[in-house]
């Protein structure tokens, strides 16, 4: 039996969604090998690492850094770090989690292409756009341009360079903002809002919803996608099943 939706009071635990990545090996301009550089606009991102080497390259308030990847790390950053993922063993592989389903599909992510791009929603959706590995080594290469001036700005002037890069990112997802809100009452506020109702029910002693105790399961989407990062694997988390 499929559930209606992620939302539900069965819904993959905590709001978050998960995907499988495996880094690409492109070699690009620099020598290093990887995916885009992004940020999140309202979502937090996390990696466990399930094989391989590699770093994470960031910008954000501690100005530039580059954070190690070995199987079993662990690491997460806020809405607003710029990260690239740099694949050094050629063989990175990352379980990606991501805070508050359903918003970084909806195009939570921002790529950091150049600032005329970013100006202009048009040329940014179609820069964005990538559904050939060709257009995804384009894409990729288009945001390390736009990394390369960031990172040197930082440099030059501190963590405080990024607010331009920031208001850019603003100014792009502004208008989809009112509809992220509704997926995120679904989705993770559901789920908060849900686990305090037990935990009244469980101050007066009240086992009612323990009653409804349930295995659930969700199935790959077939296939791979060119994901920013690499290419991803992901589960149905809207159509899950008893298992």
């Keep these: ?11 993959f635990p905590g709001g978050v969604g998960l995907s499988a990545l495996r ?8 020598g290093l090998r990887g995916g885009s550089p992004h940020l999140h606009t309202a979502s937090a991102e996390g990696y466990v690492v399930l094989g391989g080497t590699g770093a994470v390259q960031t910008l954000s308030s501690a100005g530039w850094a580059e954070h190690p990847l070995a199987a079993g790390a662990l690491l ?5 770090t710029v990260h690239r993922l740099v694949n050094t063993s050629g063989d990175l592989r990352l379980l990606v989690v991501m805070q508050n389903a359903g918003l970084p599909e909806a195009g939570d992510a921002v790529l950091t292409f150049p ?19 060709e257009q995804a080594r384009r894409r990729r290469d288009l945001a390390l341009a736009g990394y390369a001036h960031w990172r040197e700005r930082v440099a030059a002037e501190g963590p405080g ?33 849900r686990t305090g109702g037990h935990l009244d029910a469980l101050s007066a002693a ?10 659930l399961g969700a199935d790959a989407v077939p296939g791979e996608r060119f994901g920013v990062c690499g290419r991803l694997s992901v589960w149905d988390l809207d159509g899950f099943h008893e298992a």
């Excluded at 880094?23 to 620099?30: C, E, F, I």
């Excluded at 997460?76 to 607003?80: I, L």
């Excluded at 890069?165 to 908060?192: I, M, T």
């Design 1 to 11: 039996m499929n559930a209606p939706g992620a939302q539900g009071a069965d819904a």
């Design 23 to 30: 880094v690409y090996d492109w070699l690009a301009a620099d």
């Design 115 to 133: 600032a005329d791009v970013l100006a202009d929603p048009r040329a940014y959706a179609d820069a964005a756009r990538a559904g050939t590995a």
């Design 76 to 80: 997460w950053f806020t809405p607003g």
């Design 206 to 215: 009240d086992p009612a919803h323990l009653a409804a105790a349930r295995v």
């Design 161 to 193: 360079a990024l607010a331009d890069l920031h208001a850019a990112a603003a100014r792009l997802v502004a208008p989809r903002a009112a509809g992220w809100r509704e997926l995120w009452r679904q989705r993770p506020l559901a789920q908060a809002e």
